[in-house]
T-cell receptor, first 112, second 113 residues
Framework: DSGVTQTPKHLITATGQRVTLRCSPRSGDLSVYWYQQSLDQGLQFLIH???????AKGNILERFSAQQFPDLHSELNLSSLELGDSALYFC???????????FGSGTQLSVL | DQQVKQNSPSLSVQEGRISILNCDYT??????FLWYKKYPAEGPTFLISISSIKDKNEDGRFTVFLNKSAKHLSLHIVPSQPGDSAVYFCAARFTSGTYKYIFGTGTRLKVLA
């Protein structure tokens, strides 16, 4: 158990809809990262938050947004969903030394 | 722009033999490299890492080698066990005001009993 909690584990929705994925980092970790893993693809970096502030953006679509709340949990919002957004979405957290990421078990999103 | 590349999508190795997984990178600003292991329906778990100032790090059956001039790292697993069968991701950390971790596409290792 990495200590990172992601909910829900599975999400099935239709095109055009909006969903919210939730992540609770390990106790004490201030950094939260979001990654997307599509079929046969590696982990694509989406966005990084540190103590409530956005610190870096990767290949994140404009239809996607994220935030980190004062209690350090984070949410990834995906809107106007398309079939191609179907993927595994991982959240990871890291501590002060930032020497490794601890991953949650992911949210499997299926857009039908 | 794939800055971290794992060119072998899959690898099969006999139990007890050595498994060698390779990773190439293009950005000389990466300062830390990591290997993660992923089982189906689970998140990636940290395996071993190496700082860019070192060329080798060992942890039990796992050794990571870094060749900075070739921008290449490799993970050696000796001896390989059936439980090592998983997808292995190479990752590199970029530090510039913040930390950014770039992952490769993964190599699926199958250890045959």
């Amino acid at each position: 158990d990495s200590g990172v909690t992601q909910t829900p584990k599975h999400l099935i929705t239709a095109t055009g809809q909006r969903v919210t994925l939730r992540c609770s980092p390990r106790s004490g970790d201030l950094s939260v990262y979001w990654y997307q893993q599509s079929l046969d693809q590696g982990l694509q970096f989406l966005i990084h938050y540190y103590n409530g502030e956005e610190r870096a953006k990767g290949n994140i679509l404009e239809r996607f947004s994220a935030q980190q709340f004062p209690d350090l949990h984070s949410e990834l919002n995906l809107s106007s969903l398309e079939l191609g957004d179907s993927a595994l979405y991982f959240c990871a957290s890291s501590g002060l030394g930032n020497e490794k990421l601890f991953f949650g078990s992911g949210t499997q999103l299926s857009v039908l | 722009d794939q800055q971290v590349k794992q060119n072998s999508p899959s690898l099969s190795v006999q139990e007890g033999r050595i498994s060698i997984l390779n990773c190439d990178y293009t950005n000389s600003m990466f300062d830390y490299f990591l290997w993660y292991k992923k089982y189906p329906a689970e998140g990636p778990t940290f395996l071993i890492s190496i700082s860019s100032i070192k060329d080798k790090n060992e942890d039990g059956r796992f050794t990571v080698f870094l060749n900075k001039s070739a921008k290449h790292l490799s993970l050696h697993i000796v001896p390989s066990q059936p439980g090592d069968s998983a997808v292995y991701f190479c990752a590199a950390r970029f530090t510039s005001g913040t930390y950014k971790y770039i992952f490769g596409t993964g190599t699926r290792l199958k250890v045959l009993a």
